[in-house]
């Protein structure tokens, strides 16, 4: 009796210590607001992944910046004390650098086109950032940058001449801006509002979503119809803190956040033209632009490009990218 109570016991303390080497906490950072499409895209994920690992594998989700600024998110993921992030192109781009090309000004024109080139370049991405230490888990889509301003805007010497947000901490991409004669502002994000109402900066870029938000097109009410760049993102998790995860059930995780992934790029889309037609009714002049006027945007597009290529991103990458545009657009 004594010998089957102590194999009893061995054999719980065997199953016992099974169970905790494969129960995995993922902490996620998140800029995305609490009960936003994204913030609620990730917990869906975190469901799902617990219902296909047993209740093993739980995404403990932060939320509205509470894990800090993207740049201190990557921060945390290198010392362990946060497992992933969800990072807009401003993360992804300190990570991997190559990725600002995806950011190019009016170098991608459409979703059409952006799905295109992602399905020949993602694959390049995905093992870079996976070089640098971190699995992607998803990508995301969170509308297309257009410019905002307090007076109407048509050509890039309209735009000069007014004060343009500048989002800090990438001084290089900032001085192309600058070299090409635009008056950019640097200031956090946190603070446009108040330097929108002070006259600090009377213009900015970002996609209609967050200027609806924010409600910072009250201020700058006229809004550039060109699609000037998207803003895509991406979620990754600590390359060692994936490699914990059972290789069983890998694929099967991927598969899943892809899935709702794709569900949030669609919803994505119905909610910018929403975020539009709200902005409308409460303002918002949009200004098309005559074909004359965007061809002088793609020659300050140009410009731009050969000051950044070989600083912040490589003639490679953009090559490979130029490419897929070019084949794109023939078919």
Same mark, same amino acid.
Request: hydrophobic share 45%.
């Given at each position: ?29 998140s800029i995305a607001p609490a ?36 740049r201190a998110m990557i921060r ?101 801006w600058k070299n090409a004669g ?66 069983? %059930?890998? #694929? ?5 956040? /892809? !899935?709702?992934? $794709? *569900?949030? =790029?669609?919803?994505? +889309?119905? &909610? ?13 002049? %949009?200004? #098309? ?5 965007? /061809? !002088?945007?793609? $020659? *300050?597009? =140009?410009?731009?490009? +050969?000051? &950044? ?23």
């Open positions: 009796m004594k010998k089957k109570i102590v194999l009893v016991l061995i054999f719980m303390f065997f199953i016992f210590s099974f169970y905790n080497l494969y129960s995995l906490t993922i902490k996620i950072g009960r936003s499409p994204w913030d609620k895209a990730l917990k869906k994920i975190s469901r799902e992944w617990k219902k296909i690992s047993n209740g093993k594998i739980n995404l403990k989700i932060y939320p509205g910046g509470i894990a800090g600024s993207e945390k993921m290198k010392i362990g004390t946060l497992s992933g992030s969800l990072l807009s192109n401003v993360g992804l781009t300190s990570i991997y650098p190559d990725f600002y090309v995806i950011n190019i000004p009016l170098l991608i024109r459409s979703d059409k086109e952006l799905d295109f080139v992602l399905k020949g370049i993602r694959p390049i991405f995905e093992e870079q950032i996976e070089n640098k230490g971190y699995k992607v888990m998803m990508w995301s889509m969170a509308g297309w940058i257009k410019f905002f301003t307090k007076t109407k805007v048509a050509t890039p010497d309209d735009l000069k001449k007014q004060r343009l947000f500048f989002t800090t901490g990438k001084p290089i991409i900032e001085q192309s635009f008056n950019t502002i640097p200031i956090e994000l946190k603070d446009l509002m108040v330097s929108l109402q002070s006259g600090m900066v009377n213009a900015f870029f970002m996609p209609p979503l967050v200027a609806a938000s924010g409600q910072y097109f009250a201020l700058a009410p006229n809004m550039m119809s060109l699609n000037v760049a998207p803003v895509y993102g991406a979620v990754v998790i600590n390359k060692n803190k994936w490699e914990r995860v059972p290789k069983a %059930i890998r #694929k099967e995780l991927l598969l899943i956040a /892809e !899935k709702i992934a $794709k *569900e949030l =790029d669609e919803e994505t +889309k119905v &909610l910018e033209v929403e975020a539009i037609n709200t902005m409308k009714e409460h303002g918002l002049i %949009i200004n #098309k632009l005559k074909q004359e006027d965007i /061809e !002088k945007w793609e $020659k *300050e597009s =140009d410009i731009n490009v +050969k000051f &950044l290529k070989g600083k912040v991103f490589s003639n490679e990458i953009y090559q490979k990218i130029k490419k897929l545009i070019i084949e794109y657009r023939n078919s």
